[in-house]
């Protein structure tokens, strides 16, 4: 990160382990297209009303379930698919993970590729934009 409060100066090509990417929906899609392999991706959000049609979804908030409970299911889907990509919805209007501790270190420490999905990429972040070159 750039050592300025305004954000990441460069892009990232690809989303990895431990250096998560900020992108639009779309942006997210039409890079995916691009890539020579293709993920099972998984949305990380509070619905599945917006979850894009080949993607799975894994519920970030659940009513009456506290924050352990969100993360003992998303432990459990790390076990099911082993390969998977987690997608997490931090679109303006979605309500934000349910999670013990900070959002950042998990995503950072977060055992897969992870893909922040936000409704403008073009804003300063926590983490780069995934621009494919």
């Known amino acids: 990160m750039s050592g300025q409060a305004e954000g990441w100066q460069h892009s990232q090509p690809m989303p990895m382990r431990g250096s998560p990417c900020v992108v639009t929906e779309r942006n997210a899609l039409a890079n995916l297209g691009r890539i020579p392999i293709d993920p099972r991706i998984f949305l990380f959000s509070d619905s599945d009303r917006a979850v894009p049609s080949d993607w799975g979804f894994v519920a970030s908030v659940r009513p009456g379930v506290p924050p352990e409970g969100v ?35 998990m995503l950072r420490t977060f055992p897969r590729t992870v893909l922040v999905i936000v409704s403008d990429d073009s804003k300063n972040h926590q983490w780069p934009r995934w621009e494919f070159p």
């Open 71 to 105: 993360m003992a299911e998303l432990d459990a889907w790390l076990k099911q698919y082993p390969e998977a990509w987690l997608a997490v919805d931090m679109r303006d209007g979605v309500i934000p993970p349910s999670i013990s501790g900070d959002i950042n270190e």
